[in-house]
């Protein structure tokens, strides 16, 4: 529990934090969501095996490898700028800088802080976002200097998502130096407010703003061969808490308690039921107030968290926890006769729910594109930027940038670049399978009719 002092009420990170990370932290495999498609489309298969036979990709693969060195510059750069939720300006802009002198001087950050350039394809293609989140978990003052020992990177936030970043930063570079032309067009995303209560702002408001994408892969810490097809939706509410407080002897059985209101509430939370499937959970996971121990609580607050892998278990249990914060204030106040406690909610974390069918193209193109190298596909989930475009039906996936990695959301976190520039030439090849390479493979990514405001 988060330590408080009189008045005061502070919300731990770790406790308000989703992420990808969240999910893969300590394990060597995600944990499959759906079976793996075992019969792929013709089409898919034949568009991989073309891509991996065209000299051209196999040299641009080459150059990959060879920019690894030349990449983990730009980790140890961009990791060393500082970007808290909501302050993630001074890394949009050294990003946005490399984005412009790898080549892509139209680029820019738009109105919410994301940084945006699309490379354009021949025409008539699909338009695929490629993204990494800016923002970590970390608050201003943390030291990020990147040290290195035993063969790894150590620094907070290097691993989610700073070598995402990192890796779009090292597509770009050996896309325009091999001169490769997609029929689709390749939008290069840095996007902000992925971690804590930034509630997936970046994506929303560029989902708001662009109405033709057709489609989105994301970059995460992902291990090889996972697939990221559900987004796990999620609401989160501070419960406020307020009464009259008074002497613990003398205002006794005169005034309610809010802690003890609070607790009432509580208590009823912990007795409601989820479904298994779709798994839904909820947590009260922090809680605070009071002014001393002698003193009656004037004020008391929580923060409580709901998760599920749709939408309409969600907003059946949130329903049912606000109506137990609702009972129990109506019993502590009846149990002393009085109508002074009050109970006030307010939305503090709202990130829509969706999933990527199965048997998606995009899916299937991941599948095959990991077989190529070498991996069995694990399908999973969590909740990342690709729940915005998952809950308005746009294809989307997350996948690994390579590398070994671990100490998710601490201060010791770490990555392994050795080789990691093989998981770097997996992604590509999925990419690039979906918006298909002029002369070698056509996209198989839909072009999707532009939606509506």
């Known amino acids: 529990m988060t330590p408080f002092s009189a ?150 936030g290097i691993s989610d998502n700073t070598r995402g970043l990192a890796v779009l930063l090292s597509w770009l570079k050996v896309l325009n130096d091999n001169r490769i032309a997609t029929v689709g067009d390749l939008v290069f995303v840095g996007n902000v407010g992925e971690e804590e209560l930034g509630n997936l702002r970046g994506m929303k408001h560029l989902f708001a703003e662009h109405l033709d994408i057709d489609g989105m892969v994301a970059l995460e810490p992902a291990p090889d061969g996972t697939v990221l097809v559900l987004g796990t939706g999620s609401h989160r509410h501070e419960v406020t808490f307020k009464g009259p407080g008074g002497h613990s002897y003398a205002a006794f059985g005169q005034v309610p308690s809010a802690i003890h209101g609070m607790g009432r509430a509580i208590a009823k939370i912990s007795e409601i039921r989820t479904p298994a499937t779709p798994k839904t959970t909820f947590t009260v996971g922090t809680v605070g107030g009071g002014t001393s121990v002698n003193t009656i609580a004037p004020d008391a607050r929580m923060a409580v968290d709901i998760r599920s892998e749709a939408m309409e278990p969600l907003l059946a249990t949130e329903k049912q926890v606000l109506a137990a914060v609702d009972e129990a204030v109506a019993e502590e106040n009846k149990r002393w006769g009085v109508t002074t406690l009050s109970a006030s909610t307010r939305l503090i974390g709202d990130r829509p729910g969706g999933r990527t069918p199965v ?95």
Request: net charge positive.
């Open 7 to 156: 008045h005061r009420f502070a919300f731990a990170t770790s406790a308000v934090s989703l992420s990808v990370a969240a999910l893969f932290a300590g394990t060597a495999h995600a944990q499959a969501v759906a079976p793996t498609p075992t019969q792929l489309r013709p089409a898919v298969d034949q568009a991989y095996t073309q891509l991996m036979a065209a000299p051209q990709i196999q040299k641009l693969l080459e150059a990959v490898k060879a920019d690894h060195e030349r990449s983990i510059t730009d980790l140890k750069l961009l990791t060393e700028i500082e970007a808290p939720p909501f302050k993630e300006q001074q890394r949009a802009e050294a990003f946005l800088a490399r984005v412009k002198a790898l080549g892509l001087t139209s680029a820019a950050i738009d109105a919410e802080g994301n940084v945006v350039g699309v490379r354009k394809g021949t025409g008539q293609g699909p338009k695929l976002v490629i993204s990494a989140h800016m923002d970590t978990v970390f608050p201003a003052g943390t030291d990020v200097k990147v040290k290195e020992r035993d063969g790894r990177l150590y620094a907070p």
């Open 359 to 453: 048997d998606a193209i995009m899916v299937e193109a991941a599948v095959r594109s990991n077989t190529a190298f070498g991996h069995k596909t694990v399908l999973s989930g969590a909740s990342t930027d690709a729940n915005v475009p998952m809950a308005l039906g746009i294809p989307a996936i997350v996948i690994g940038g390579g590398g070994k990695t671990g100490g998710f959301h601490a201060l010791s976190e770490w990555i392994d670049v050795t080789d990691a520039w093989k998981g770097a030439q997996n992604s590509l090849v999925t990419v690039l399978g979906l918006v298909g390479v002029q002369g070698i493979s056509q996209p198989l990514l839909e072009k999707r009719p532009a939606r509506t405001k």
